[in-house]
């Protein structure tokens, strides 16, 4: 069966020029980047021009960068630092936050070691930041950790790390921002940017899955999440994953030389895509600001929920269309998605969110709209 895959903030195919760089780093360059002979040598090199390349094309300092095992570690890494070693008591978050922030948070205040408070989401999705403002000053003077995403993996809702990191200066707040549904898809300029820590995930953009990024904006020091070795500059101990490495900096190079005409296909698909929905099924609504401030690589949508439409994404799946209900995390198991719950409690609605990727087509729309026909 011919598969269509609408579900590219869960993953992405690797580029096979990704897979070019890194093969040597599985085969004939396998070296332990921490073995003083040569073979640990030319691996040391291949991490280190990773770093400067992700650096230079992030706007970072090359010593801010530090390669994990993905967005999750990256996060875990960032809360905990925040808290354990730059003396945050208080967080801010959000309800619609990824699990690998949310599930964090939530772990760090069963354990007392934080008060919680979390930000009002507006009805299009987005984030309430006068209100962010009101828990800031009613945090105070704890010392106050703001984690937020850039843009929401279920409905695409983007947020202004700048206008959110100007109000966490003015009251001293440490600004962590999970990134990796834009890190990839939107060129970013850290050194003018307001934010202490960012995360990243090489397979969001065509590169390996575990293989991903943490920003420490060098006025912050954090110690180590992980204990054992000193790779990374202390920072993560472990034996690097060097091929994983090398990929996620070949995917972001590619990324960022084709930022502009990727990202204005791929909006067009999104927006073909609502509008043959709009024209062809009725009722159709979407969810979060889909046509203002949002990633142009998800779009989600609700369906009239009928006896036929409440096995939707079974159905879609059964015709070879991939698709997703909530995050890729819980969408095997069908809890529905928090996010959507925060912003659009409507029983009578199905939510699938379909998302996109340089390679969908819109004959694959045209085919994924005549499957919908049917299957609403
Ligand atoms: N944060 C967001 C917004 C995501 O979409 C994902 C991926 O599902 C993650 C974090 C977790 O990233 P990773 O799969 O690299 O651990």
Redo the contacts with the bound molecule.
Sequence with gaps: MNRLYFDT??TTALDSQVLDAMLPYLQSKFGNPSSIYSYGRETRLAIENARKSVARLLNAHPSEIIFT?????S?NTAIFGAVRDLGCTHIITSPIE?H??LHTVEYLDKRDEVTVSYVNILPNGHTDLKHLEQLLQEAAPAKTLVTL?H???EIGNITDLHAVGEICKQFQAIFHS?T??TVGHFPFDLRNTPVHFI?G?A??FHGP?GA?LLYVNENVQIQSFLHGGGQERNMRAGTENVYGIVGFAKALELASANYETDSSYIRSVKLYLAEQLQQHIPAVTFNGDSFGNSNYTVLNVSFPKSEKSEMLLMNLDMNGICASGG???TSGAQQGSHVIRAINNNPNQVAVRFSFCRHNTREEVDQLVEKLKVLI
Excluded: F, I, L, R
């Excluded at 095992?69 to 570690?73: A, D, R, V």
């Design positions: 903030a869960a095992s993905g967005g999750t570690e996060s990824h690998a922030t995403m843009a929401n993996n999970d990796v549904q995360t995930s397979h969001k899955k991903g995050s890729a995390c």
